[in-house]
């Protein structure tokens, strides 16, 4: 079936660094997610983008954070700078244009921030 | 945001038995579930949507539906080890595809 992937697996780095984190969606699909899970509890959404446009954002999605997808490459996830509360495990998810779509989930980065 | 919750938070069913697992959202505006699978240290995949009063079946696994009390549970019939997983229930929030997680139900099936 149709895959998202996530580049890296795991990334560690020191509170106060930048860093990005890469997802390269499904090929056809034109709406992009990212999730966070920390250890233990629930995936929360954070943020999609659409049209090289942020439509939704969570509270979580603090000012340190931004997206962006330029001229159909990545779909990144930049922290900067970072803080301890940011170790979780990011999700990217892809989804066709529709009201009901399937959203298709990468396997996660775990970000580690020491 | 909006509150979904997942019961039990672990199960252990025998192989070929029947594993139920339960979600119930709080938010009345949530008109669309989906259940997904997650194996440990991978991707969570789609199992199934539903969003009308009811059930569901595909296969080994049926999916009901009560919009009033905005509960969904899922039903694993002749459970296989392979589907020992966590299982995720998402409630498709009003704008844009948001999607919100339970906790998530560990299922162990045991041969």
């Known amino acids: 079936g149709p895959k998202v992937l996530q580049i890296p697996s795991h990334q560690i780095i020191d509170m106060g660094q930048m860093v990005t984190l890469n997802c390269d969606p499904v090929s056809n699909h034109l709406y992009f997610y990212w999730y966070k899970q920390i250890l233990g509890q629930q995936m929360e959404f954070l943020v999609n983008?659409?049209?090289?446009?942020?439509?939704?954002k969570s509270k979580l999605f603090k000012d340190q954070f931004s997206v962006e997808r330029p001229d159909g490459s990545y779909f990144t996830l930049k922290i900067q700078p970072t803080a301890l509360e940011d170790s979780a495990v990011y999700f990217c998810a892809s989804s066709l244009p529709g009201d009901y779509a399937e959203q298709f989930f990468g396997p996660g980065t775990r970000l580690t921030v020491l | 945001q909006q509150k979904v919750q997942q019961s039990p938070e672990s199960l252990i069913v025998p192989e070929g038995g029947m594993a139920s697992l339960n979600c119930t959202s709080s938010d009345r505006n949530v008109d669309y579930f989906w259940w997904y699978r997650q194996h440990s240290g991978k991707s969570p995949k789609m199992l199934m949507?539903?969003?009308?009063?009811g059930e569901k079946e595909e296969g080994r696994f049926t999916v009901h539906l009560n919009k009033a009390s905005l509960h969904t549970s899922l039903h694993i019939r002749d459970s296989q080890p392979s589907d020992s997983a966590l299982y995720l229930c998402?409630?498709?929030?009003?704008?844009?595809?948001?999607?919100?997680f339970g906790s998530g139900t560990k299922l162990t099936v045991e041969p």
């Open positions: 998402a409630a498709l929030g009003p704008n844009y595809n948001v999607l919100y």
């Open positions: 949507s539903i969003f009308s009063n």
């Open positions: 983008f659409y049209n090289g446009k942020v439509m939704e």
